[in-house]
């Protein structure tokens, strides 16, 4: 049996200008997403652009063997790797940062922790809401194609969502209370909070 991408990259690999555009269109938006966490969303459209630019300058080096997608997403971290290595690191006044998260990092020691606790939260749903949370949110991909890639109705990632994020902050309202009991006991015995 011969697989979608298997035909995909053999027209690629033969020079198909259309077999370019599909494959744009098949993992584009997957390739954005993953520039967009790595190398933050001010540069991954560019990441974007080079990547396709190198998939069709070098179709021809295309192992029709070897996975399409592991090829792009081959080229794509190098082009993200290599969007990484031109940045100058800014230079940025102490005085700035303690204007920011305040002296003693109280701030970032609360973001931290609110960051635990939605990990702790996610971890707690059923599989399936979890999975399409992730794809949606940490992913950036959309219903749509959540649903495509789960193999699911659009209906039923809409579902899926909806009792995930009202489950979530369910779930996180009782951290939040959890974690405010720990405070004001640290706070009655006159030590830190756990």
């Known amino acids: 049996m011969v697989d979608n991408?298997?035909?995909?990259?053999?027209?690629?690999?033969?020079?198909?200008?259309?077999?370019?555009?599909?494959?744009?269109?098949?993992y584009g938006p997957t390739v954005l997403a993953y520039a967009r966490r790595h190398v933050g969303p001010d540069d991954a459209e560019d990441v974007l652009q080079r990547t396709f630019l190198d998939v069709w300058r070098h179709s021809e080096r295309y192992d029709p063997r070897q996975s399409l997608g592991g090829w792009v997403f081959t080229i794509a971290r190098r082009r993200a790797i290599d969007t990484l290595r031109q940045r100058r690191p800014a230079v940025v006044q102490v005085d700035t940062l303690r204007d920011l998260v305040g002296d003693d990092g109280r701030e970032v020691a609360e973001r931290f922790a609110w960051a635990a606790d939605v990990r702790a939260a996610m971890s707690r749903l059923p599989e399936a809401q979890r999975e399409t949370l992730e794809l949606a949110y940490f992913s950036d991909r959309t219903q749509?194609?959540?649903?495509?890639?789960?193999?699911?109705?659009?209906g039923t990632v809409k579902a899926r969502m909806a009792r995930g994020t009202r489950a979530l902050g369910e779930l996180l309202v009782d951290y939040e209370h959890t974690s405010e009991a720990r405070t004001r006991r640290a706070q009655h015995e006159g030590g830190e909070p756990e």
Do not use: F, K, M
Request: hydrophobic share 35%; proline share 3%.
């Open 144 to 154: 749509s194609d959540i649903a495509r890639q789960l193999q699911v109705p659009l």
């Open 5 to 26: 991408d298997d035909l995909l990259g053999q027209r690629l690999a033969d020079g198909e200008e259309s077999a370019l555009e599909e494959c744009y269109a098949r």
